[in-house]
């Protein structure tokens, strides 16, 4: 398994930008790709982008496209997602995932950073 660590999180204003940090430990050798995730009050948790983690392939969903941009650095073990032009609607608790085995099994996440966009 590999460990966790969100951060970056805070309050801006709608219109404004933020990045997001995730640091891995561990079994970092087996990560084949991670993902950033979110869940807003009320809500259900949803998928916001994955990279893989060799060739640095990003994807995204829809909401974000445009705004969003997720990157990596392998040496470092971390994932990044910076978020840009952001919206009231994209308050949320924003959580990172690993997938260890190439099947998208989200068994590793880390503790959530909350990130609130205001008016």
């Known amino acids: 398994q590999v460990q966790l660590v969100e951060s970056g999180g805070g309050l801006v204003q709608a219109g404004g930008s933020l990045r997001l940090s995730c640091v891995a430990s561990?079994?970092?050798?087996?990560?084949?790709?991670m993902g950033w995730f979110r869940q807003a009050p009320g809500k259900e948790r949803e998928f916001v982008a994955v990279?893989?983690?060799?060739?640095?392939?990003?994807y995204y969903t829809d909401s974000v496209k445009g705004r969003f941009t997720i990157s990596r650095d392998n040496a470092k073990n971390t994932v990044y997602l910076q978020m840009n032009s952001l919206k009231p609607e994209d308050t949320a608790v924003y959580y990172c995932a690993a997938d260890l085995t190439n099947h998208y099994t989200w068994d590793n996440w880390g503790q959530g950073t909350q990130v609130t966009v205001s008016s």
């Open positions: 561990g079994r970092t050798f087996s990560i084949y790709r």
């Open positions: 990279i893989q983690w060799s060739f640095g392939t990003p």
